[in-house]
């Protein structure tokens, strides 16, 4: 803490701040030009984000399903519905349902007014001396065989249930507090017991426990779907199957009549992901020509803290909207890589067949120069082509090979990642360090600038303290020295 001007009445503080003010401005201009690269850096990032966001939807339009899904429509849709992979082969097929697949479902004959009270109150046989019981059933197909219930003299009817669901073992037990019964079905559809003639798909073999004590009885029994394929009679375990790259999905019986589904290409679909995929690279067409005809306005720099305090949110708001506008005009990155991916569209694709080109499927680029390449589409002919011929629509989007046979949209990703990959050596990315790209290697430099600035100001100011420190001294002796003689004056 100093304190000035005691002897020369001077305001030592004032002068040294206006001092030091005149001596900052080389600091501020140069925190200043800090703040307008990380602005160019978080300008060139939001670039590189829209550019990823297209590259991640051109998956998409790399893929059959894009152009070649198909559309599945039935005559009775409350009977049987179907879905269809891009495979599956256009036309009507005919299916009769007869019976659907069903579980089988056991419930106890004895009514049980509360499952909580320990078995061991319940059973008029005693529990073996050590407590425990063994009960056991029996079911088939994946995940069968014999399963065991270790049942203690504690356990509850409630217990018994939980071991029971919690086995893999395609049942599952609970307890209906309406009737007070116990039920337990397959947690699956259709017959898997094939011995014999086949049997119950839960058997429980005699077992005291589920026979006796639980009195279980078979109540349905479990069936598989029966329908017939434009005339040929098939079964299923489940209430679908596939067939052709066609799965049917059995709802109910079709009483004696057969539901007509017919499958076509899903036009509509693939019309959608191609107009969406336009819709985003018209957009990071948008970001990036707009960033070049942005007006630079010159006059605005970025505030100082000490021109902040004395302006408004909205008066900072609107100055540095000015301030950032402009700052990527005339990069040659941005401009080069528009440049190659509106190039991207122009050249024709060998696919083999008569869609060679975009043009063809109505589509191109816009001829206005302010557009800067937006693609412009004709949804009529698209819908056509889509129609007509999706398999070379997919082939013109669509291609990995090299050369004259590589799709539109592998050209497309070859240029957005090499321009990503420029936009990066530039300005980096969120988990980049400051010496991994150009602007941060300025960054960079510029906090080695204004860290050593900083310390010669600190001796700068002190220089002025002590100088006007020893000015201070030197009045004060004067002014001792005028005191002496004039009490000597005053004594002759």
Known sequence: MRIGGLASGINTDEIIEKLMTAERMPLERMEQDK??????????????????????????MKLSKTYNSKTVTSSMEGAVTATATTSAANGAYKIEVTELATSEMNVSKKEFEDINTPISELVDDEFPEDGKYTASFTTYGENGGNHEIVIDKNDTIKDVLK???????????????????????????????????????????????????????????????????????????????????????????????????????????????????????????????????????????????????????????????????????????????????????????????????????????????????????????????????????????????????????????DSIEATMKSIERKAGKSTSTLENYTLGKQMKDLNTRISDFEDRLVRIETRYWNQFSAMEKAVQRANQQSDYLMSQFGNM
């Open 163 to 413: 071991q029971i669901n919690d086995k893999d073992n395609n049942v599952r037990a609970f307890y209906d507090e309406q009737s007070g019964k116990i039920i337990m079905e397959t947690t699956r559809t259709g017959k898997y017991n094939t011995e014999g003639d086949g049997g119950p798909e839960i058997n429980f073999d005699n077992d005291s426990f589920f026979t006796s004590f639980l009195e279980m009885s078979n109540e349905v029994e479990a069936q598989d779907a029966v329908f017939s394929y434009n005339g040929l009679e098939l079964t299923s375990k489940n209430n679908s199957y596939t067939l052709n790259d066609i799965t049917f999905n059995f709802n109910s019986t079709t009483d004696g009549k057969s539901a007509t589904l017919t499958v076509n290409n899903d036009t509509d679909a693939a019309f959608d992901s191609i107009m969406a995929f336009v819709d985003k690279y018209n957009e990071v067409v948008e970001v990036m020509n707009g960033s070049q005809r942005e007006e630079k306005h010159r006059d605005f720099h970025p505030l100082t803290e000490a021109q902040k305090e004395e302006m408004t949110e909205k008066e900072i708001e609107l100055w540095e909207e000015k301030a950032k506008s402009g700052l990527l005009r005339g990069d040659t990155t941005i401009t080069s890589g528009l440049f190659s991916m509106r190039n991207s569209w122009y050249s024709k694709v060998k696919t083999g067949g008569e869609i060679t080109s975009l043009t063809q499927i109505g589509i191109e680029t816009s001829s206005a120069y302010m557009d800067g390449g937006k693609l412009i589409v004709d949804e009529d002919k698209l819908r056509t082509a889509l129609k007509d011929d999706p398999e070379g629509v997919q082939k013109l989007f669509s291609n990995s090979d090299d050369k004259d046979s590589r799709g539109l949209v592998n050209r497309l990703e």
């Open 35 to 60: 703040t307008t690269l990380e602005w160019k850096r978080d300008g060139f990032r939001d670039i590189n984000k829209a550019l990823l966001e297209l590259d991640n939807m051109m998956l998409d």
